[in-house]
């Protein structure tokens, strides 16, 4: 009883983690099974087939694909934008700044359903066609507020000082952002980036609600769970998370390999 008192927290924590991490588990295991029937939720017998023909079902890779590039633009989009005005709320002072901060929190308190029905009415009374660039706006607009908080926090923890001793340096105004403000800044702008990526990808709600015809991987997911869910799925789902992991693990060896460097032997 002493040793767990001692390690509750310890304990408490990687029961937690696993609590997270066995839905992924549980996917992973299914992507090799080869069920009796439509629906992929029993256990039957060990089979690659769906690794090795990952596209098999019609439509899937399709919806994956506009799916990424929805995200991918989505990103770029929010995290240019999403910067700007991270920079501009640290940095400058002006009129309606305490209320701007309050208002960037509102897409991530407001429930999605709520933000959804009204982007889906802000596109109905513009006469917008529902499609590709209704959904990529929507995501750019909901993931927005997620980079701004991620860069701001990171801003706000700069040390000024570097920049003022660039500029002692004679170093210009862009020569300064480029070279000092930006490489410090970095792993803010690459952590709303990243969340922003996942989020846009990940979205099911906002986008059906706006996607008209248009059919990305989360709905093509909901749809073929009504008819039967093909293992392909689970292959694709784990296929994700495998990566998601492995950037996550390059990025924590990349930066302690980075402060070993700059330790001094």
């Known amino acids: 009883m002493r040793w767990i008192r001692r390690n509750l927290v310890v ?83 002006f009129r309606a700044r305490g209320s701007i901060n309050s208002l960037i929190f509102l897409p991530m308190a407001m429930p999605e359903v709520v933000m959804a029905a009204s ?42 000082r570097l920049e003022e001793a660039a500029r002692d340096l004679y170093a210009g105004p862009v020569q300064t952002f480029v070279r000092v403000t930006l490489p410090i800044a970095a792993p803010g702008i690459a952590a709303g980036a990243l969340l922003a990526f996942a989020l846009s990808f990940d979205d099911f709600i ?11 991987f989360p709905m093509f997911v909901w749809g073929s769970a009504q008819r039967g869910t093909p293992v392909q799925i689970n292959v694709i789902g784990t296929a994700m998370f495998v990566i998601a992991v492995v950037m996550v693990l390059a990025g924590q060896f990349l930066s302690s390999r980075r402060k070993n460097n700059a330790q001094p032997q």
């Open 119 to 160: 982007l889906l009415t802000l596109f109905l009374n513009m006469g917008a066609e529902l499609g590709f660039w209704t959904v990529l706006i929507a995501h750019i607009m909901f993931c927005l507020s997620f980079v701004v908080t991620a860069v701001k926090a990171r801003v706000m923890s700069m040390d000024p």
């Open 11 to 93: 304990i408490a924590g990687l029961l937690t983690l696993a609590y997270m991490i066995l839905p992924n588990i549980v996917v992973m295991v299914f992507s090799f099974n080869k069920p009796a029937g439509r629906f992929n939720y029993s256990w039957r017998e060990f089979s690659t087939d769906a690794w090795k023909d990952p596209c098999g079902v019609a439509d899937l890779c399709g919806s994956l694909s506009l799916s990424l590039q929805i995200a991918a633009w989505a990103t770029v989009g929010a995290t240019v934008l999403g910067t700007m005005i991270a920079f501009a709320l640290v940095r400058y002072r």
């Open 206 to 216: 906002i986008t059906n609600f706006n996607a008209g015809s248009t059919v990305t």
